[in-house]
C-alpha cells in the first residue's frame, strides 16, 4: 500500500516554544491529508483536514492559531503546534488517502512531550 | 453525520482461537469500511477493508463481512497468534469522503 511518512516520531519541548511535524506522502500525491490528535486508550479524534494550495479545514473545537496547519506541495503537509503548552502534549498522526483508490493511509504518528 | 459504535472496548482470547470485533454505522450512504491494526506507539496500520457492494473479504486470517441491511461490520481473526495484540480500529467512509472512527478494540492474545 501507499506509504505515509510522519516526522519527527518523538518530541520533547519547552513550554512555550512552536514544534513543526511533517507528513509526507512517500509514493503518491495527496491533495488532502487528515491530522488526529490521539489520546492514550482513545480513539482518533479528528483535528483538521489539510488542502493542497487552500487553508486547511478546522474541526470545531480545534484552535487554529495554536495548530496550524500548511500544506504547500502534493506531497507535504505541516502541523506547527505553537507557543506549547504542557496540554498539548499528546499523539498526532497524519493521513492520506491513497490516489484513486480512496483508501486511507496513516503515518508513524509523533509523541509529543511539553515540559 | 455519521456515527461509528465499536465493541467489544476490550477482548481477551486464547492464543489459537478466535476474535470478533462488530461495529455498527448508521448512515446507509457510507460505501467503504476500513480495519485498522494500531500497535502502541505507532500509527494505525490498514489490515483490510470491505467495499458496500461486497457482503465478505477474507485475507488469510482475517476475514470483514458486511451487512448493508442492518448496517453493522465485523472482524474476524482466527488462530490469533500474540502478536495479533493490539488496539484496532474499525472506520466508515460517508458522503463527503470523510472517515469516521470506532472507539477501538484492545484485543489481547494469551500465549
Known amino acids: 500500500g501507499a506509504v505515509v511518512s510522519q516526522h519527527p516520531s518523538w518530541v520533547i519541548c519547552k513550554s512555550g516554544t512552536s514544534v513543526k511535524i511533517e507528513c509526507r506522502s512517500l509514493?503518491?500525491?495527496?491533495?488532502?491529508m487528515f491530522w488526529y490528535r490521539q489520546f492514550p486508550k482513545q480513539s482518533l479524534m479528528l483535528m483538521a483536514t489539510?488542502?493542497?494550495?487552500?487553508?486547511?479545514t478546522y474541526e470545531q473545537g480545534v484552535e487554529k492559531d495554536k495548530f496550524l496547519i500548511n500544506h504547500a506541495s502534493l506531497t507535504l503537509s505541516t502541523l506547527t503546534v505553537t507557543s506549547a503548552h504542557p496540554e498539548d502534549s499528546s499523539f498526532y498522526i497524519c493521513?492520506?488517502?491513497?490516489w484513486g483508490t480512496g483508501e486511507l493511509f496513516f503515518g508513524e504518528g509523533s509523541r509529543l512531550t511539553v515540559l | 453525520g455519521e456515527n461509528v459504535e465499536q465493541h467489544p472496548s476490550t477482548l481477551s482470547v486464547q492464543e489459537g482461537d478466535s476474535a470478533v470485533i462488530k461495529c455498527t454505522y448508521s448512515?446507509?450512504?457510507?460505501?467503504?469500511f476500513p480495519w485498522y491494526k494500531q500497535e502502541l506507539g505507532k500509527g494505525p496500520q490498514l489490515i483490510i477493508d470491505?467495499?458496500?457492494?461486497?457482503g465478505e473479504k477474507k485475507d488469510q486470517r482475517i476475514a470483514v463481512t458486511l451487512n448493508k441491511t442492518a448496517k453493522h461490520f465485523s472482524l474476524h481473526i482466527t488462530e490469533t497468534q500474540p502478536e495479533d495484540s493490539a488496539v484496532y480500529f474499525c472506520?466508515?467512509?460517508?458522503?463527503?469522503?470523510?472517515?469516521?472512527f470506532g472507539t477501538g478494540t484492545s484485543l489481547t492474545v494469551i500465549p
Open positions: 493521513s492520506a488517502p491513497g
Open positions: 448512515d446507509s450512504a457510507s460505501n467503504y
Open positions: 470491505i467495499r458496500s457492494n461486497v
Open positions: 472506520a466508515a467512509r460517508g458522503t463527503g469522503n470523510q472517515f469516521y
Open positions: 509514493d503518491f500525491q495527496a491533495t488532502t
Open positions: 489539510s488542502n493542497e494550495g487552500s487553508k486547511a
